[in-house]
């Protein structure tokens, strides 16, 4: 059995034997020109509709003029005699009182502990994956540390920040790799 090449063929039953019996489908012509009527009219409501714009345009020129000619006259119900009173002139009291004044704040102060504070941000089984925590964090401005600890359960690296010196610093690192979409932090207490 020989094989059909249907690509090359061509599409359908288009060959030069076969005749095409489908006629092109037309709108209604007119004798004299052959153009479809309808794309007379069409042309026709075109044309209806511009010069109908145009002679509205025509219509409405002069009468923008003779509003502005004139001066504007007064409502009927406000008489000439009854004139508003003169605003008042403002004056504002804060402005001198300000600069003499002051403000007062108690400011607590920290008392120095022996606690330091840590921020613990991850422990991993494998050290790859404590150095890319350590490379996230440095990229933020802040130092890293990877501390090794075995235990009952196997080895862990730590990734850790600190010493830091107020839970102040503490928070405000935290929430640097909050940014960074570093949420496991927590922060521990060392003391000394």
């Known amino acids: ?16 034997n076969k005749k095409n019996n489908k006629k092109p489908r037309r709108g209604k012509q007119t ?19 511009v010069l109908g714009f145009i002679w509205f345009l025509w219509s409405i020129k002069d009468s923008a003029k003779d ?8 409502p009927a119900s406000v008489s000439q005699e009854e004139e508003l ?13 300000l600069p003499g ?9 920290q008392e120095k502990t022996d606690k330091l504070y840590l921020l ?7 050290r790859p994956q404590a150095e890319e925590m350590k490379a996230q964090i440095a990229f933020q401005g802040l130092e ?3 501390r090794d600890s075995s235990g009952s359960n196997g080895n862990w690296f730590r ?14 690192a935290k929430h640097t790799l909050r940014k960074i979409n570093i949420t496991t932090c927590i922060i521990l207490t060392w003391s000394v």
Do not use: H
Not at 32 to 48: H, M, N
Not at 120 to 126: I, K
């Open 1 to 16: 059995m020989a094989q059909r090449d249907y690509v090359s063929r061509g599409r359908g039953s288009q060959g030069p």
């Open 31 to 49: 004798k004299e020109t052959g153009t479809p009527k309808v794309s007379r009219l069409i042309a026709g409501v075109v044309v209806f509709l």
């Open 67 to 74: 509003n502005i000619d004139g001066p504007v006259a007064p």
């Open 85 to 97: 009173p003169e605003m008042p002139e403002e004056e504002w009291e804060y402005i001198k009182s």
């Open 101 to 109: 004044y002051e403000v007062e704040v108690e400011v607590a102060r």
């Open 120 to 126: 613990q941000c991850g422990s991993f089984r494998t």
């Open 144 to 146: 890293a540390q990877i």
């Open 159 to 172: 990734v850790i920040l600190g010493p830091l010196q107020t839970k102040r610093d503490a928070e405000r």
